[in-house]
């Protein structure tokens, strides 16, 4: 059974940084596409950044510089690492997997993964 437990969340000044993790169970890290999502309330879930089996990295541009997705094959953790943090981050932050490949429009679409975790909140205040 594939599950993801996020944490790390909190709440920061702006400017300030958080890491967020993702701990995996039930499969490989390394052989599924990973992505961090958020979700504000009032709005669509929006993909942040994505990892594919490659190690390549894609990233929303309102993070673009700010933000670092990475994993660690041997934890089996996604980490998100998040600088220079602004109010319009503030959001329920949710780790997502699945094993299909993806083109380069799916990669931050919440509708290409199967698998979510229950989420982490970030509050950045100004």
């Known amino acids: 059974r594939v599950q993801l437990v996020e944490s790390g969340g909190g709440s920061v000044q702006a400017g300030g940084s958080l890491r967020l993790y993702c701990v995996v169970y039930?499969?490989?890290?390394?052989?599924?596409?990973m992505g961090w999502f958020r979700q504000a309330p009032g709005k669509e879930r929006e993909g942040v950044a994505a990892?594919?089996?490659?190690?390549?990295?894609t990233y929303a541009d309102s993070v673009k510089g700010r933000f670092t997705i990475s994993k660690d094959m041997g934890k089996n953790i996604l980490y998100l690492q998040m600088n220079s943090l602004k109010p319009e981050d503030t959001a329920m932050y949710y780790c997502?997997?699945?094993?299909?490949?993806?083109?380069?429009?799916?990669?931050?679409?919440?509708?290409?993964?199967?698998?979510w975790g229950q989420g982490t909140q970030v509050t950045v205040s100004s």
């Open positions: 990892l594919d089996t490659n190690g390549s990295t």
């Open positions: 997502a997997a699945d094993p299909n490949r993806k083109t380069s429009i799916q990669v931050l679409g919440a509708g290409s993964y199967n698998y």
């Open positions: 039930g499969y490989g890290i390394s052989w599924y596409w």
